[in-house]
């Protein structure tokens, strides 16, 4: 299933240009980048091994911060693009 969304969305941006495959783009990446987070939410109840857990457990509070490198999507996309992607 992840790699026929994958195509899907490779090819709904290979017909937008400009903002519209700015937005496009950082709508899909959001939605990708909440789908990890769902799925390693997930993963710990379900790992045996102790390193994978605490691997996860120490990855999963970076992943929820909203702001990681703040600034630095807005040098390379417009202040419109960015409020129409967020979530």
């Known amino acids: 299933e992840g790699m026929e969304q994958h ?3 490779v090819q709904q941006l290979s017909t937008v240009q400009g903002d519209q495959f700015d937005q496009q783009f ?3 990446t959001i939605d990708q980048h ?3 987070i769902k799925d390693l ?3 710990p109840m379900q790992i045996q091994d ?5 691997l996860i457990n120490d990855l999963l509070p970076q992943l929820l911060d909203p ?5 630095r999507l807005e040098r390379f996309v417009s202040p419109k693009t960015l409020e129409a992607a967020a979530y």
């Open 7 to 9: 195509r899907q969305v």
């Open 26 to 28: 950082l709508s899909s």
């Open 34 to 36: 909440a789908e990890v």
């Open 41 to 43: 939410s997930r993963a």
């Open 50 to 54: 102790k390193e994978t857990k605490d």
């Open 67 to 71: 702001h990681p490198q703040s600034g």
